[in-house]
Every structure is written in structure tokens, then in C-alpha cells.
């Protein structure tokens, strides 16, 4: 028998139900964060981006993707935080939200969680007014904390892509 057969049940294990999520979590700074799963096309490493003009300041600019023009934006600029300076652990997440695909630069993917959805609790009141909209909730496990990234809140409007 496996430690997980003996593990008693916690108030979240809805798994006679079959009701997880799985996720992705990454490092950015000394900061873990994560998306779902089923929002993440490919992981790639690092790769010099072509900047473009007239663009914000989180956005690294654009990479070839087998042949399509990929926006690569910097997810620790973009949430307030220290730019990443890439190095050979950085990679980029290629994320599509609805019809967009776009590439989020982060120091290293961590881990792929299983979780059931009431895992997630809600940001604290105390958090600024753009932390609360850019992280979903966070997620308490092996004694650490991970902030659910709302992706549809952090992607630039698509505009801002086609500048």
C-alpha cells in the first residue's frame, strides 16, 4: 500500500467524485505561481525575442513559433515585479486563452499540481486592487503557497498585439 492510501481524507479530497484540476506551477523571482493545465500548448526554453515599438514595457517582444509570429510577454513585469533577466533555466509557456496564443517568459516551471477546485481560496482583502484581479486565488499545499495567475486578466488587450 501506498502513504497515499493511508493519508486520511482532508475536508478538499473530492476525489470519489473525479472533480480535480490540474496545473502548472512556475517560479518567477522567488515566487510561485501557477496556470491550468489545459491553457498551456507547449514549454519552451528561453529564446531571444525581436522587440517592437510602441509596445508596454512587459512585453519582450515577438519569437518564431514553427512559422507564426509568437508575443512573448515578461509575467514578472506584467505583474508588478522585477523584469526576469533570462538565463538557461528561464522558459516560455505558450498559452492560448480563447484565440490567442502568447508566450509568458518565467524563471522556471516547477511542478504539475492535482488539486480538487476547493483547494482555492480566495486573495486576501488585503492584497492591492491589481493583485486581486490578476490572481484568481491561492493554493496552500506541501507547505507552499501558489497564486492561481487569472490569465484572462493578465493578457494585454489584443490591440496592445497588433501595435
Known amino acids: 500500500m501506498t502513504s497515499a492510501m493511508n493519508a486520511p481524507m482532508t475536508a478538499y479530497d473530492n476525489t470519489a467524485t473525479g472533480d480535480q484540476i490540474e496545473l502548472i506551477s ?55 515585479l522585477p523584469a526576469i533577466e533570462p538565463s538557461a533555466r528561464s522558459v516560455i509557456i505558450v498559452i492560448k486563452e480563447g484565440e490567442r496564443l502568447i508566450g509568458l517568459l518565467v524563471d522556471a516551471v516547477s511542478d504539475i499540481l492535482t488539486i480538487n477546485p476547493g483547494m482555492i481560496q480566495p486573495t486576501p482583502d488585503v492584497a492591492c486592487a491589481s ?5 484568481r486565488g491561492l493554493i496552500s499545499i506541501e507547505g507552499r503557497m501558489i497564486s492561481q495567475v ?8 489584443q490591440e496592445a498585439l497588433a501595435a
Open 26 to 80: 512556475f517560479h518567477i523571482s522567488d515566487q510561485e505561481f501557477c496556470v491550468d493545465i489545459m491553457s498551456v500548448r507547449e514549454i519552451r526554453g528561453w529564446a531571444p525575442a525581436t522587440p517592437l515599438p510602441q509596445t508596454p514595457a512587459y512585453m519582450r517582444g515577438v519569437i518564431n513559433l514553427r512559422g507564426a509570429v509568437l508575443p512573448i510577454m515578461d509575467l514578472a513585469q506584467r505583474l508588478g
Open 131 to 135: 493583485v486581486r484581479s490578476f490572481v
Open 150 to 157: 487569472a490569465l484572462e486578466r493578465v493578457l494585454p488587450e
